[in-house]
């Protein structure tokens, strides 16, 4: 990576889905951002947010174009320790606890990111912010789903990761709880990490330091 590369760039990015000849959900999108840097995809329901975050996170190569972190095409970018997605299924482990989910990428990334002490301060750190704690023994199926997407949460931020992918973090939480993930959102990014937020909560477009719309598959032009 050069020193003038951003932490993820987003290169003329085209992305088909379904059967050949569908047109393409994504158009020539262009995105850079840097560490730290709080970015929100907002949209209406179908205009590609989700398409692109699973993108950034490496869960597919683009039709055409690129999608680079720290230089690496995304796909290619094996550890949770630098880009870790919380998607809007939440694939959490239903036999494992609340906490066993959170602190499961420290087992499965034990040579990247933060040591194991620190981890484990993060891990109670992130359960007490977004108000797990107390439920941290309980296996993940037998909590709510707002509970269930805060676990998701932190599991993806547990490793303190260069880039955290969140697509709708606040779509299943009340007011209350919106506070709890904006404050564990803040949280990382004071900690260095990049974050890319799929959102329509107009309180997470106003915590954001930038706002990409799309529309129907496209960036939508500034101004
Ligand atoms: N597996 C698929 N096959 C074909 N088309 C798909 C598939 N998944 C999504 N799409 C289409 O791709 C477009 C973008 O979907 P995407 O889920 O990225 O939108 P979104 O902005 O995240 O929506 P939402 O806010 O509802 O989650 C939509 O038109 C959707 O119907």
């Given at each position: ?102 602190i ?29 704690t ?15 997407q ?29 506070d ?27 915590a ?16």
């Amino acid at each position: 990576m050069t020193s003038t590369e951003p932490l993820l760039r987003v290169a003329g990015v085209t992305h088909r889905l379904g059967p050949t000849g569908a047109p393409p959900v994504l158009h020539d999108i262009d995105l850079a951002v840097d560490a730290a840097e709080l970015v929100a995809l907002a949209g209406r329901s179908g205009s590609g947010k989700s398409t692109l975050c699973h993108l950034i996170a490496g869960l597919g190569r683009p039709t055409s174009g690129a999608v680079r972190v720290l230089g690496r095409p995304a796909d290619e970018v094996a550890s949770w320790a630098t880009v870790a997605l919380l998607p809007q299924r939440l694939a959490l482990v239903e036999e494992l606890s609340v906490r066993e989910n959170v602190i499961l990428p420290a087992g499965l990334h034990a040579s990247t990111g933060p040591a194991r002490s620190e981890r484990r301060e993060l891990c109670d750190l992130l359960l007490d912010t977004l108000n797990l704690t107390h439920l941290g023994a309980r296996l993940a199926s037998q909590t709510s789903l707002g509970e269930q997407q805060r676990t998701a949460l932190a599991r993806a931020l547990v490793l303190q990761p260069r880039l955290a992918v969140l697509d709708e973090p606040t779509g299943h939480q009340d007011d209350e709880n919106v506070d709890r993930v904006l404050a564990a959102i803040l949280l990382a990014r004071a900690g260095g990490t990049a974050i890319v937020v799929a959102s329509h909560d107009e309180r997470v477009l106003e915590a954001a330091n930038r706002v990409v719309p799309l529309r129907d598959g496209r960036l939508v032009p500034a101004g």
